[in-house]
């Protein structure tokens, strides 16, 4: 619970829905949508193992190489939790984390939604798969991730280090959402961006809602559109959303679609 | 005329310039605000809530090569980044933005229209109505080329001190397993030292009747097999055949010439007891069976025990090969070297002198062999020695005076003390064997 830094809110009573953040940042994307999921569901939020508020102790570059790794902690959060099944609800990379423990062990598991998906971010010339980068697109990220460390090392010294004369520092400290070791950054980076989860797509036995956005650079509506005719009987929304994180861009058609895909399963 | 220096007097301080100042101050005041958007030293950048370009100074534009009307209302911010800029923006940028409404000081690269990259440092905020509805995003951006061509070079200098401690590390890790690689074998190699030396030497003595017998073996190095023997024998009519040497040099080499010394003076001892025959047999066997470039020798002391019939008493005839002498240690107390002077080398020339000795020995009476591992030690400085910084034939002979009279196995039991004391000094593998006449139990003990 700890290593994940698990917050569950909401309605004790009500269905439990599990909302799992992307790269980049860590459960505080969730902040627009968890309002008005929370008035009918329980709502439980983690961290990723390198992410937010998680344990950085618990992190190795082992474990996380793969994507398996955080499906595991999936698994074993749930477990510990206890909740019944649920809805599990992940954005961008974490949708493919669901995907992958709802393979695994679907009794824990009443419905998927996978937000803004992509089972493969590079293009595959062998099956003409178009994932929308190549794999140059991934080493300038990294780049990107790399320069970007300058200033945050700088800007995050002062929580890392710790600094309990000063508490100011962690509450109002820019980019505070989004404080990520850089090597931790670095290594998630590869295991998105260089994950193919393609195959593991028609295995899921419970029901999905694939949410896409309308105009997303990182996952295309083709995209979407493949992610939507490999899992059985899953079903396809288009949110009205600019950009990868519907959840900050249109936070209420976002809670709308997961409200309504929670609903149609009672 | 202009008053120099004006600005410097207190009345001047706050009021409002006079003259040409006025004048030039007038028309930095009039700066056209328009102006200084268009070609401030930054770029600017208005875009909707979903990126669309609303607004973009001439700054901007030229570093891009962008015509205005090809970039209002037709192209979103992140069309001007490069792809992996582009996913950084996606997943760091924009939703630190949305959450924060403001992000400064990110490193991106800038695409330009003929396909060149600018390094820019960006800062965006998000511009709220009144009722805090997010209305646009206004972004700055600042050319960054020098700054980061200076960061380039810091991460380069960081990742190749970083590369350098995993080399480092590496190198430690390859050390250590080759450490570990010659610690196992180093232990495969005594343990088949160890068993070696096991099969050199006579598990256990079997006594005369009417002898206690008692022996030692002192392992030096356990990397190394050594080459000291012993042996206790029976022979015919009752009398028993013993000997004890020490082959020179150690290792698998030495060990094949102490087998072959060991089962060759058992044999001859067989064939013709008489101890200076013995010693010639074995003397032919090695001399013959290492000639030319690996010679190898031995000292060794041979002796034949006789039971004087109709009394406890037995008779040692000794015959002695370069060997340091036996010590008897009497049932009176007194101790004295058996001396056998003159003894040769033995596997060295081809009839070398073999010098012999015979003693009675009667009830009380102890006889020690032992190899020079014991008088060749190193002492302390605080030791008694024989002068050279060895422990010495001289120190050995009085430390076994004064356990006379006594038996086989106190005499072995207080020599291993000795050796313990002597510790690392012993530093040759050191062989002991002792006999001794048991009083009969009838008659007392005097």
């Given amino acids: 619970m700890k290593r994940n830094h698990v917050v569950v809110t909401g309605r004790g009573d009500g269905p439990v829905v599990v909302l799992a953040h992307g790269f980049g940042c860590d459960q505080n994307m969730w902040r627009l949508v968890v ?12 961290d990723h193992v390198g992410a937010g508020r998680s344990d950085l102790g618990a992190w190795s570059e082992e474990r996380y190489a793969s994507l398996d790794g955080y499906a595991d902690d999936v698994l074993q959060l749930l477990r510990a939790l206890d909740p019944g099944p649920v809805v599990f609800v992940g954005h961008s990379v974490s949708s493919m984390v669901g995907v992958l423990a709802a393979v695994r ?3 824990l598991f009443t419905g998927l939604v996978l937000l803004t998906p992509s089972p493969r971010y590079v293009d595959d010339e062998a099956t003409g798969y178009r994932g929308g980068f190549s794999a140059e697109d991934i080493d300038e990220l990294l780049e990107s991730l790399d320069s970007n460390y300058l200033g945050w090392s700088g800007a995050m010294a002062p929580v890392i280090m710790g600094n309990p004369e000063r508490p100011e520092l962690g509450e109002e400290l820019t980019n505070s959402f989004c404080r990520t070791d850089p090597a931790i950054a670095r290594a998630f980076a590869h295991t998105t961006f260089r994950s193919d989860n393609r195959a593991d797509l028609a295995k899921v036995g419970v029901p999905t809602l694939v949410a896409q956005c309308s105009d997303d650079a990182i996952a295309p509506p083709e995209v979407g559109a493949f992610v939507h005719a490999r899992i059985p009987g899953s079903k396809l929304v288009t949110l009205p959303a600019t950009g990868h994180c519907p959840q900050l861009s249109a936070p209420d058609a976002t809670a709308e679609a997961i409200i309504d895909f929670v609903r149609a399963l009672r | ?18 003259g040409d100042d006025a004048a030039r101050f007038s028309a930095m005041l009039e700066d056209s605000a328009v102006d200084l958007y268009e070609n401030a030293p930054c770029g600017y950048l208005s875009t909707l809530m979903d990126g669309q370009i609303a607004k973009v100074n001439t700054t901007l534009l030229s570093w891009l090569g962008y015509r205005r009307e090809e970039l209002v209302g037709r192209r979103r911010f992140t069309d001007l980044l490069t792809v992996g800029g582009r996913l950084y923006h996606e997943t760091h940028f924009a939703p630190l933005l949305s959450m924060q409404g403001e992000i400064g000081g990110i490193a991106l690269e800038l695409k330009a229209a003929d396909g060149t990259r600018m390094p820019v440092l960006v800062t965006s905020t998000v511009k709220t109505s009144d009722d805090g509805q997010p209305l646009l995003i206004r972004t700055t951006l600042f050319d960054a080329r020098d700054r980061r061509a200076y960061e380039t070079e810091l991460l380069r200098a960081r990742q190749e001190a970083e590369e350098a401690r995993r080399e480092a590390d590496r190198a430690r890790r390859t050390a250590e397993e080759a450490h570990r690689a010659v610690e196992a074998e180093r232990q495969r190699l005594q343990r088949l030292a160890t068993t070696l030396q096991r099969t050199l030497l006579p598990p256990s003595l079997t006594a005369p009747a009417g002898l206690e017998v008692a022996a030692h073996y002192h392992i030096a190095s356990a990397d190394e097999v050594g080459g000291d023997f012993y042996d206790l024998f029976p022979l015919a009519h ?10 020179c040099g150690k290792g698998a080499a030495a060990a094949a010439v102490t087998s072959l010394a060991r089962y060759t003076l058992r044999a001859a001892a067989v064939y013709d007891p008489d101890p200076v025959a013995v010693l010639a047999n074995l003397n032919t066997v090695l001399t013959h069976e290492y ?26 005839a000794l015959a002695a090969g370069g060997h340091p002498p036996a010590i008897l240690l009497r049932a009176d107390g007194s101790a004295r070297h058996l001396p056998t002077p003159g003894g040769q080398l033995i596997g060295v020339i081809p009839d070398p002198h073999i010098a012999t000795t015979t003693v009675r020995l009667d009830p009380g009476d102890t006889v020690l062999l032992y190899t020079d591992g014991l008088t060749e030690a190193h002492t302390t400085p605080l030791g008694r020695t024989g002068g050279d910084g060895r422990y010495g034939d001289a120190a050995l002979l009085d430390f076994t005076a004064a356990l006379a009279p006594t038996t086989a196995p106190a005499a072995i039991a207080a020599l291993q ?6 510790g690392s000094g012993v530093d040759d593998d050191t062989a002991l064997l002792a006999l001794s006449v048991p009083h009969p139990v009838s ?3 005097q």
């Fill in chain 2, 443 to 445: 008659e007392p003990k």
């Fill in chain 2, 238 to 247: 009752g009398s028993w055949g013993l000997f004890l040497g020490d082959v």
């Fill in chain 1, 105 to 107: 062990e679907p009794d």
């Fill in chain 1, 35 to 46: 309002p008005a999921l929370a008035e009918d569901f329980k709502v439980v939020l983690f």
């Fill in chain 2, 1 to 18: 005329m202009v008053r120099a220096g004006g600005g410097d007097e207190p009345e001047g301080r706050g009021t409002a310039p006079e």
């Fill in chain 2, 291 to 316: 000639e030319g470039t690996d010679p190898r020798f031995c000292t060794v002391l041979f002796g034949v025990l006789t039971p004087d019939r109709g009394t406890a008493g037995f008779e040692l």
């Fill in chain 2, 417 to 422: 003390g000795l050796l313990d004391t002597l």
